[in-house]
C-alpha cells in the first residue's frame, strides 16, 4: 500500500480530457514537488511531470500537472491512443533515499 | 544524447549471487545520482536508493539496506547492482535511473533488467 494514492484506473476517449489525481500527506506532498512518470507497455518508465508542473523537453503542452496541499494531478488534454499507459506520482523521501511512488493509474484510450 | 543501458535478463537460482550493470552515456557520469528502482511483474514501481559515483557514496532504502550493494566503475561509466544471495521475492525488473541535478526527479532511465530467481 504506497503513500501516495492513485485511482487504479482512468478512461477517456481520443480527444477528450483526462486528470489523474494523486493523494498524499503533509510528510510528503505537502513537503516536496510532485513528479509524473509514464510507463508504455513493455517498456521503461520516463519522466513526463516534474516539480509539481513542469514539462521536460520534448513532452506536448498537452500534459499538465498541478499540485495543492497534500494531493496532485496529472491532466492530459486532446487524448490520443498512444497516451494509453501506466501514470505513476511521485516524490522525493530523505527516510527511503529515492522516490516514493503511488501505486500507478492504468490510463484506457476507447 | 544522455543513454542508461542495462545488461540483459538473468536467471538464477535462490542463493546465488548477482551483478546486474548500467552503463552511462552521454552525461558526466561522477557528478549525477543513479537511482535504482524496481518493478514486480505487473506491480508499481519501488526504490531500492541511490549511488553517486563521484565519491562512491550508496544511499540504501532501509528495507533493502542488507540485501543489495551499489556499487560502479568510473573508468566505464557503469554502474552495478548487486546481490549475494538472491530470493525468490527478488524476481523484478530493475530499472537505473538519472537523478537530475536540479531535484530530485528521474529524468534519464534504462531500459530495465529482468532478473528471475526461481528453483
Known amino acids: 500500500q504506497s503513500l501516495l494514492t492513485q485511482p487504479p484506473s482512468a478512461s477517456g476517449t481520443p480527444g477528450q480530457s483526462v486528470t489523474i489525481s494523486c493523494s498524499g500527506a503533509?510528510?510528503?506532498?505537502?513537503?516536496?514537488?510532485v513528479n509524473w512518470y509514464r510507463q508504455l507497455p513493455g517498456t521503461a518508465p520516463n519522466l513526463l511531470i516534474y516539480?509539481?508542473?513542469r514539462r521536460p523537453s520534448g513532452v506536448p503542452d498537452r500534459f499538465s500537472g498541478s499540485k495543492s496541499g497534500t494531493s496532485a494531478s496529472l491532466a492530459i488534454s486532446a487524448l490520443q491512443s498512444e497516451d494509453e499507459a501506466d501514470y505513476y506520482c511521485?516524490?522525493?523521501?530523505?527516510?527511503?533515499?529515492?522516490?516514493?511512488f503511488g501505486g500507478g493509474t492504468k490510463l484506457t484510450v476507447l | 544524447e544522455v543513454q542508461l543501458v542495462q545488461s540483459g535478463a538473468e536467471v538464477r537460482n535462490p542463493g546465488e549471487s548477482l551483478r546486474i550493470s548500467c552503463e552511462v552515456s552521454?552525461?558526466?557520469?561522477?557528478?549525477?545520482?543513479i537511482a535504482w528502482v524496481r518493478q514486480v511483474p505487473g506491480k508499481g514501481l519501488e526504490s531500492l536508493g541511490l549511488?553517486?559515483?563521484?565519491?562512491?557514496?550508496?544511499k540504501y532504502n532501509p528495507s533493502f539496506r542488507l540485501h543489495v550493494t551499489f556499487s560502479a566503475d568510473r573508468s566505464t561509466n557503469t554502474a552495478f547492482l548487486q546481490w549475494t544471495s538472491l530470493q525468490a521475492s527478488d524476481t523484478a525488473i530493475y530499472y537505473c535511473?538519472?537523478?537530475?541535478?536540479?531535484?530530485?526527479?528521474?529524468?534519464?532511465w534504462g531500459q530495465g533488467t529482468l532478473v528471475t530467481v526461481s528453483p
Open positions: 535511473a538519472r537523478q537530475a541535478h536540479d531535484g530530485h526527479h528521474l529524468d534519464f
Open positions: 552521454g552525461s558526466n557520469f561522477g557528478s549525477h545520482f
Open positions: 549511488f553517486y559515483p563521484g565519491d562512491f557514496d550508496a
Open positions: 503533509n510528510s510528503n506532498i505537502g513537503r516536496n514537488s
Open positions: 516539480s509539481d508542473n
Open positions: 511521485a516524490v522525493w523521501s530523505d527516510a527511503l533515499n529515492g522516490q516514493i
